[in-house]
Every structure is written in C-alpha cells, then in structure tokens.
C-alpha cells in the first residue's frame, strides 16, 4: 500500500480519464458500457480524494473535441452526466463535496445545463473537497473566452492576474498533479494555463479499472519528486 505524507498532498489534481472506450471493446461491448463503468471510478476516486482531504479535483469529462465523436454517443455521454449529477447528491453531501463546472455552458443541452447550476447552488456551502467538472471545455478555449471578456470590459493590456480574474473559476488554483489514465502522454488540451508547473503521472491502466488505491499510488510518486519551479537544486 502507498504510503502518503499528510503534508505534502497535492492541493488541486486534474484527472483525464482515458480508456473508456477500449475498456469496453476489450470485452466485446459498445462503448457506452466504458463510460458507464467509468462513473464507478470516478466515484471511488472522488470518495478516496475526499478522506485523504484534496482540495480539488478537475475531472476531463467532455472535451471541446469530443463533439466530433459519434451522435449517439455525444447524446449518451450527456444523458449520463444529467443524471449522475443528481444521482450522486446524497454522496456529495456525506463526503462535504462543492461541485462546480468548467466550460462554454452555450453549446451544451439545456436540461444538462440547467443541471449544473442546480448541483453548484446546492453543494455551495459544503466545505470539503471541491470538484471541477470539465464539460464542453478546452484549455485553449477557456483562453480565448477570457481574453473576449477582458476586452469587453474595454480592457487595454493583460497581465496573468487580470487575464485569470476572467477565468470560469478564478479561485481555482494551479494544478499540482496532472494524471492521465489508458497509457496516453500528452494533455490533449486541459488545464493548459493551470499545468504550467503541474507534475505529470501517466498510468497504463484504463479508467474504469481505476479506483482509490491508484490514487494513492499517483500520490506517492508525486511525493517522491522534487517541485523547483524554475530555481536550481
């Protein structure tokens, strides 16, 4: 078992939760099955970031890109999303969980929507872990998003403060700990601006394969590095 240091836990980790989909092939199923599966993960994840008390977790959950993939299952992963956001409420509130989102809200369904400020009001005062649902969202985008903003406040130069103030959630800090599942190494666009000094784990296994003790592990060999941030040893 990984043995962590409460000390020197990792204040916000990202998560991009690969594999769903060859999870599923793996075993002669249709991908919604992976993406199914994949909530179990997120679940037990999210439970075991909460105990060892994580400040935030940002979960990849449907990326700008993902809309080229297949009507059907762009339908389905939102259908899904709607109703474990309402599903999971009792688990929120045993665990202390905020839950808020990050992303161009324009383009997604309005009854998906409507979900997310729902969960955000309600989960508002719990006090716990806070987690950061990524949906319809690109790190590039977001960018660019908040650029237009501070120029429609008639902005006329930028700095990394003023740009972040116009950020979906400002207060969210930079990322600590970046962890990509299914053996893919590359961040495919997330938390471009918050992984600048972020510590990169890549795990082989697939996300639906996950649960909280790869968590740990994650943790631990986050812990065994040394952060510089540019300055010398």
């Known amino acids: 078992m990984a043995i962590l240091d409460p000390a020197r836990l990792p204040k916000h980790i990202g998560i991009i939760m690969d594999g769903n989909g060859r999870w599923a092939?793996?075993?002669?199923?249709?991908?919604?099955?992976?993406?199914?599966?994949?909530?179990?993960?997120?679940?037990?994840?999210?439970?075991r970031a909460a105990e060892l008390?994580?400040?935030?977790?940002?979960?990849?959950?449907?990326?700008?890109e993902n809309w080229r993939r297949s009507q059907e299952e762009v339908h389905f992963l939102f259908n899904l999303i709607n109703i474990y956001l309402r599903k999971e409420m009792d688990f929120y509130r045993e665990k202390g969980i905020r839950v808020i989102h990050t992303g161009d809200t324009d383009?997604?369904?309005?009854?998906?929507?409507?979900?997310?400020?729902?969960?955000?009001?309600?989960?508002?005062?719990?006090t716990g872990l806070t987690v950061n649902?990524?949906?319809?969202?690109?790190?590039r985008d977001q960018i660019l998003r908040a650029i237009n903003r501070l120029l429609e406040k008639g902005e006329k130069?930028?700095?990394?403060?003023?740009?972040?103030?116009?950020?979906?959630?400002?207060e969210l800090p930079d990322a600590d700990l970046i962890i990509r599942t299914a053996g893919?190494?590359?961040?495919?666009?997330?938390?471009?601006?918050?992984?600048?000094?972020?510590e990169l784990y890549f795990s082989e296994k697939l996300w639906p394969d996950w649960r909280g003790d790869d968590l740990d592990e994650a943790i631990e060999d986050y812990q065994g590095r040394t952060r510089r941030y540019g300055g010398a040893e």
Not at 31 to 37: F, M, N, S
Not at 157 to 170: G, I, K
Request: aromatic letters at 10%; a positive charge; proline letters at 2%.
């Open 25 to 47: 092939k793996m075993r002669k199923m249709q991908r919604t099955a992976g993406h199914k599966e994949g909530l179990t993960s997120a679940k037990a994840v999210i439970g």
């Open 53 to 64: 008390g994580i400040q935030f977790v940002t979960l990849y959950t449907f990326s700008t």
């Open 107 to 126: 383009n997604i369904p309005e009854q998906v929507r409507r979900e997310l400020i729902s969960v955000r009001e309600d989960t508002a005062g719990f």
């Open 133 to 139: 649902i990524a949906i319809n969202y690109g790190g």
């Open 157 to 170: 130069t930028v700095d990394e403060e003023s740009l972040r103030s116009f950020f979906d959630n400002p």
């Open 184 to 198: 893919e190494k590359r961040l495919s666009n997330f938390l471009l601006w918050e992984s600048a000094y972020a």
